[in-house]
């Protein structure tokens, strides 16, 4: 047990940053999983007396235009942060990674196709995009989920890509392809494994592009829909009542979301510092 | 089976340079044959080409011109999906163990992985090969668990070893294996490999800039200068009867570890040219001590001066061996 | 006066590892050496030994983790472990000159080889440009580059290995320096060409009657080209003196071996007890630090070795060694 201190002593050492992060992103995780130790209300049943109060002892950030306690809601949608930004990035990730793979290794033809149908997707205003697939095929989380994993693949893909082309003329892939290797073995057990950090290290950003794109569908009306206790979608409804000044409404989940945004962009920051020793906080 | 493992006919391997349209020419015209049991040495400097042969008789890179025969069969052009199964039989050790293993695969994963490749092994039978293997090789069966990361670079040369040896090869190529090793590494490992090659019988291409090493490890010696063979002699001829100018330069610029062997340096002008621009006739005239005009025009077929000593050098058509010394 | 002294030089690695718990490697473990004016000292051992530290630690070149931690290091009567960084920072490049392996890792690959010639020229000897470039012309033509004029302007990219070291010895005795550190000057290089720059060194040593140090593995340019040569192991001295006498009768068991295991004496097939780990820089034995690979070691290499004279400046640091009565001696069966 002991040991396991040091070594947590020791990586936090490695970077602050990352350590900040991790308790950011733990301290929501812990949240959205156990929400309901949390939350003193049930975030969708409407008090229809307190409409709109400021916050109070009994209901810490306010209630909403529907009389709902703010407080239960913020923390409820942890979950949707989460709940959203974990398969997004997977499939970004299942999506990015083999493309990457591909295009690095075989390089030509196919490389410079499959690059450019990539480029495309990024350049391409990511919301705009979003907005319409969504419209189109139909406001629910999973086509949400589907468009972002998809929207974000281009970011894995190249990220892969560039540590394959580095890596394809090295030495212990010519051992490999000396060896006998059939190029699938050569991609998946040989340049797979050494080609994956950047985009591990990304993965926590692009988490976090995930929480904040939704949370901006959400509140362009596009998605997720009130009562449902998401963030943007919360701030959307706040939004209209910043105005007349309850301000609460809306401000509490854009704090939680500026909050855990943050923290998986200081974690991911910070994963860099750990893997590239040379960034690291020395001794 | 033939005798014969390997035989190389003219071969010849350029790479373009950038889109200037010139080439490196790396191998030019190169005859080779290894035989059973046989270990050829190659020794040469930078530009040599000593590396790029290797690599092109094993068609991890496709010859420019030329033949190889393997095993009695032409694989010159032979498309890769044919190559892929034969590499069972013809392995490779490459001079740097740090880069030449997967840093992310267990040790014995990549021992066994040849095995994996070429034959239908089910996981015990795999495993109990590997601990043969590494026994083989001396390496503790502890390591067979850890990754390259934990082991010292004799012990991942070993490993390297283990791995060409997994598939019992007909061909084993060695380039520079222990040039990146400490002096007291080295010698375990080349008494390693004599003892593997008496044991497999296989045919070894042992390459390496170092003469000292070269001449305990091999049969015949084969000295390379901008991609052709100048000179082929067996171990016992190469101190004592070197005949080509740039032989005897190489042996001269050899550094004995006694101090009491007197240097007779033979001092060669210049350096060696670019292998972009090849000099004409006899690449080495530009800086041959006994360069004659028709060293520019000709190149030099090889001559078979006693058994198994091949020169390739205009001047020893006068009959007698003219280089001068020049003594320190 | 010697022109460097070393005395008692401990360099330790210290730092935290991952699981934060403080580490200490002891690298050099007082090595103790001298070199005058004239001199060609060749160092040398296997990786791990400690002859490039060596090198750092008497240059001022050591970066964190590293640090000295004790001895002495006096060049001409200084000692330079004392001396605040910048004046260090005269001594170095001026009086002592360091040249080192990868000449064309070393050169500026943006500025050509004659400007970077003179920048060095002006930093520490000054006076006008002009006199720069002379003196920087001069060091081309003493180094053998040929066509020093056309070739100030070259670049460091269209250098070859060897012109590129050429390249670095000019600039490591454009200022005329009284000692010259080469670490592993011609590792890398084709052998004809190692003997050349070798053959350039000796000559400048005696032309600018330099003291110089050569720090290698290869033991045959130590055997031609170093009058001196000291054997390093687990970052000590293990043996010095006069290479002939050192190479034709080693005492110390590790030079023994070594000596053994170089091509020409090595017989193969012969069943030999080579070789060994290197040495555990964190957990060091105590007493003798060669004793876990050493074949004589007994329970007395538990104590520190005597570093016993064999004869007139050849020392060996080792219990079964016998100083010189008369003659020469040979360690024990």
């Known amino acids: ?283 | 089976m033939s005798e014969l493992v390997l035989s190389t006919k003219n071969l010849s391997k350029r790479f373009p340079v950038g889109r200037s349209g010139s080439f490196v020419n790396a191998v030019n015209g190169v005859d080779l044959s290894i035989k059973r049991g046989e270990v050829l040495g190659m020794v040469g400097e930078s530009g040599s080409g000593k590396s790029t042969i290797g690599r092109t008789i094993l068609r991890l890179t496709d010859p420019s011109d030329g033949e190889i025969t393997f095993d009695g069969q032409d694989i010159t052009t032979l498309p890769t999906k044919l190559i892929r199964p034969m590499r069972k039989d013809m392995q490779m050790v490459f001079q740097d163990p740090w880069s030449a293993l997967n840093p992310r695969m267990k040790i014995g994963d990549l021992i066994a992985e040849p095995l994996r490749i070429h034959f239908n092994m089910s996981r015990s039978e795999c495993n109990d090969r590997t601990e043969v293997l590494a026994e083989r090789v001396r390496l503790s069966a502890d390591f067979l668990n850890r990754t390259p990361s934990a082991l010292s670079g004799g012990q991942l040369q070993r490993v390297c070893i283990a791995r060409a040896i997994a598939t019992n090869p007909k061909l084993i190529v060695l380039d520079e294996p222990t040039s990146s090793l400490d002096l007291s590494v080295r010698a375990g490992i080349l008494e390693l490999l004599q003892e593997l090659r008496a044991e497999t019988q296989a045919a070894f291409l042992f390459i390496s800039h170092d003469l000292g090493t070269i001449k305990l490890i091999s049969d015949r010696i084969a000295v390379l200068y901008l991609g052709r063979v100048v000179e082929e002699v067996p171990k016992d001829k190469l101190f004592s009867d070197p005949s080509h100018p740039y032989t005897q330069s190489l042996l001269s610029a050899h550094l004995p570890s006694d101090p009491n062997e007197t240097l007779q340096r033979l001092t060669l002008q210049g350096e060696i040219p670019s292998p972009i621009n090849l000099p004409t006739g006899c690449s080495f005239h530009t800086r041959c001590p006994v360069a004659i005009n028709s060293c520019q025009s000709n190149v030099p077929e090889a001559d078979e001066i006693s058994p198994g000593h091949l020169v390739s050098c205009l001047r020893l058509k006068d009959g007698q061996n003219i280089i001068r010394r020049d003594l320190k | 006066m010697n022109l460097l002294s070393v005395q008692d030089l401990q360099t330790h690695f210290i730092f935290r590892d991952i699981d934060h718990q403080l580490r200490e490697a002891k690298a050099l473990n007082k090595v103790n050496l001298t070199l005058n004016s004239g001199q060609v000292l060749g160092i040398v051992g296997e990786t791990g030994a400690g002859k490039s530290l060596t090198a750092q630690s008497i240059c001022g070149l050591l970066r964190p983790p590293a640090k000295i931690v004790g001895g002495s290091v006096t060049f001409q009567g200084r000692e330079l472990l004392t001396l605040p960084e910048d004046e260090i920072n005269t001594i170095r490049g001026a009086e002592i000159a360091m040249v080192v392996q990868n000449p064309r890792s070393s050169l500026d690959p943006l500025t050509q080889i004659g400007a970077q010639l003179v920048r060095l020229h002006q930093t520490h000897t000054g006076g006008p440009l002009a006199g720069s470039r002379k003196k920087a012309l001069d060091m081309m033509q003493a180094v053998g580059i040929p066509d020093p004029e056309g070739r100030f302007t070259a670049w460091p990219h269209e250098l070859s290995g060897g012109m590129a070291q050429r390249v670095l010895i000019a600039m490591a005795l454009i200022n005329e320096p009284k000692l010259l550190i080469a670490d592993e000057p011609t590792t890398g290089l084709d052998v004809t060409v190692q003997a050349q720059i070798l053959d350039l060194l000796n000559e400048l040593v005696a032309r600018f009657d330099m003291g110089c140090m050569i720090i290698t593995h290869d033991l045959g340019i130590v055997a031609h080209y170093c009058d001196q040569v000291a054997v390093m192991f687990a970052g000590e001295i293990v043996e010095q003196g006069p290479t002939r006498e050192v190479f034709l009768t080693p005492a110390h068991p590790y030079t023994q071996q070594l000596l053994a295991a170089t091509p020409e004496r090595l017989q193969l097939g012969v069943k030999s007890q080579l070789g060994g780990q290197p040495p555990d820089l964190f957990n060091l034995p105590t007493g003798c630090l060669s004793q876990d690979r050493c074949t004589l070691a007994t329970e007395k290499c538990g104590a520190p070795p005597p570093l016993i004279e064999i004869s007139k400046g050849h020392l060996a640091r080792c219990h079964f060694v016998k100083p010189a009565e008369k003659g020469r001696s040979k360690s024990n069966e």
């Open chain 1, 1 to 283: 047990m002991a040991r396991l201190g040091n070594r947590i002593r020791g990586i936090s050492r490695l970077s602050p940053t990352a350590t900040a992060g991790v308790i950011i992103i733990l301290l929501f995780g812990v949240l959205a999983l156990f929400s309901d130790m949390f939350m003193p209300h049930d975030p969708v049943s409407s008090f229809t007396d307190r409409i709109l109060q400021p916050p109070s002892a009994q209901h810490w950030f306010g209630t909403d235009g529907n009389g709902m306690d703010v407080f239960s809601r913020v923390i409820y949608g942890a979950k949707f942060g989460f709940g959203i930004a974990i398969p997004a990035v997977i499939i970004a990730v299942l999506i990015g990674v083999p493309v990457g793979l591909i295009a690095g290794y075989r390089g030509g033809l196919l490389d410079e196709v499959l690059m450019r149908i990539f480029d495309g997707l990024r350049v391409f205003p990511s919301i705009i995009l979003a907005l319409a697939v969504v419209a189109a095929t139909g406001q629910s989380l999973l086509n949400v989920v589907l468009v972002l994993g998809f929207l974000d693949s281009p970011v894995f893909a190249r990220l892969v890509r560039s540590e394959v082309l580095a890596l394809r003329s090295s030495i212990f892939v010519e051992s490999a392809i000396a060896a006998g290797n059939p190029t699938w073995r050569i991609l998946f057990l040989h340049l797979l494994p050494n080609s994956i950090q950047g985009a591990m290290a990304q993965t926590a950003v692009r988490a976090a592009w995930a929480v904040r794109i939704s949370a901006t569908l959400a509140f362009l009306g596009v998605g997720i829909q009130a009562p449902t206790p998401e963030w943007g979608a919360m701030i959307r409804q706040g939004a209209e009542f910043m105005v007349s000044g309850q301000w609460w409404v809306a401000i509490f989940p854009g704090i939680a979301l500026i909050l855990l945004v943050f923290g998986l962009n200081l974690f991911g920051d910070g994963i860099q510092d750990i893997l590239d020793p040379r960034r690291r906080v020395s001794k």
